[in-house]
């Protein structure tokens, strides 16, 4: 037997809406989540920005909408380099950086920033003088308004730049190297 069950909102037992339904079909929770909503964001690195050796540094991701970049429910600032979390909710946060070498013997860290604390850091260590390249990963709860930032640090001895091109060649489409993403995997 089948069958069509026909509401526009679902209540527990004491009456609280746990969620609705609009014309459109999108399921909706009080906690501001939508069913299909997941708060996706790619911001990428514009261009290259200056490092210099042993100093912390915010790195200016500046655009969502070139090449990979999309943030379809602007849920980061290219203006202040950061995610803001619409949501209370538990995010899935991905940050990669590639530098041009600072010499021998360098020492890179990075780290998740989350309303100016650190939440979440990286780093390693690289002998000879390619260039560097290096990735975080890792789920951070934030509360509504919550904002994570990339924060990097390079001792080699010497000022070098975050990159955002590859050395792939003329493949078409971004290739940028220095990129911050993420989504909502559980809302809170």
């Known amino acids: 037997m ?12 004491t009456g609280t809406a ?7 079909g999108q399921v909706n929770f009080p906690n501001g989540m939508t069913g299909e909503n997941k708060y996706p964001f790619v911001a990428l690195l514009g261009s290259n920005q200056s490092l210099s050796s042993s ?15 999309l943030d379809p429910s602007s849920v980061f600032s290219t203006s202040n380099y950061r995610f803001i ?3 209370s909710g538990y995010y899935w946060l991905a940050a990669n950086v590639r530098t041009a070498n600072q010499g021998a013997n360098a020492r890179v860290d990075m780290i998740f920033l989350k309303n100016g604390a650190g939440v979440m850091a ?17 789920i951070i709860q934030c509360a509504a308004n919550d ?3 990339v924060m990097v640090n390079a001792n080699g001895g010497s000022s070098t730049t975050i990159s955002n091109t590859s ?12 990129w911050f993403l993420g989504y909502l995997i559980q809302a809170t």
Do not use: H, R
């Open 85 to 87: 979390a619409p949501i």
């Open 167 to 178: 050395n792939t060649g003329n493949l078409g489409g971004s290739q940028t190297m220095s």
């Open 122 to 138: 990286q780093g390693q260590n690289q002998q000879g003088s390619n260039d560097m390249g290096w990735s975080a990963m890792g």
């Open 2 to 13: 089948t069958g069509i069950l026909k509401v526009d909102q679902i209540q527990n037992n």
């Open 55 to 69: 100093t912390n540094t915010i790195v200016q991701y500046n655009t969502t909408n070139a090449g990979a970049g």
């Open 18 to 24: 746990a969620m609705t339904i609009n014309t459109a």
């Open 147 to 149: 904002y994570i930032e």
